[in-house]
Nanobody
Framework: VQLQASGGGLVQPGGSLKLSCKASGNIFNIYVMSWFRQAPGKQRESVASIPNDGSTNYADSVKGRFTISRDSAKRTVYLQMNNLKPEDTAVYYC??????????????????WGQGTLVTVSS
C-alpha cells in the first residue's frame, strides 16, 4: 500500500493550508487514518487521527484550528489547517493502518506512511 501526500507549502501566520493523502494498492479495509508531523530537531508527533467510526482525535496544540476528514471511497484523508502558527512548521506525514489483500483468501495488516510534505509558516 502506497500513500501520496500533497498540499504543503509556505504560508503566512494566520493563513490556511489543506493537506491530502491518497492511498493506493489492494486495500481490503482501513482501520485508522492519521497525520503526524516532525519539526526540525524534534521527534515525530501525532497531530490528528480518524478511525473507522468517524470519531476524531487531535493534539492539544491544534485543537480548534485543524480538522481531519476522510473520503473512504477515494481512500483519501485530509487535514485542513487554519490559523497557522510558526510553531506548526514541520514535515507532515500521513499514516494509514488497515488490511490489504495479498491473494483471494489471504489478507495482511499494513501500516503505511506517506513521503512527507513540508509546511512552513513564516512571514
Amino acid at each position: 500500500v502506497q500513500l501520496q501526500a500533497s498540499g504543503g507549502g509556505l504560508v503566512q501566520p494566520g493563513g490556511s493550508l489543506k493537506l491530502s493523502c491518497k492511498a493506493s494498492g489492494n486495500i481490503f479495509n482501513i482501520y485508522v487514518m492519521s497525520w503526524f508531523r516532525q519539526a526540525p530537531g524534534k521527534q515525530r508527533e501525532s497531530v490528528a487521527s480518524i478511525p473507522n467510526d468517524g470519531s476524531t482525535n487531535y493534539a492539544d496544540s491544534v485543537k480548534g484550528r485543524f480538522t481531519i476528514s476522510r473520503d473512504s471511497a477515494k481512500r483519501t484523508v485530509y487535514l485542513q489547517m487554519n490559523n497557522l502558527k510558526p510553531e506548526d512548521t514541520a514535515v507532515y506525514y500521513c499514516n494509514i493502518i488497515g488490511r490489504e489483500m495479498i491473494s483471494e483468501r489471504r489478507r495482511e495488516s499494513f501500516n503505511s506512511w506517506g513521503q512527507g510534505t513540508l509546511v512552513t509558516v513564516s512571514s
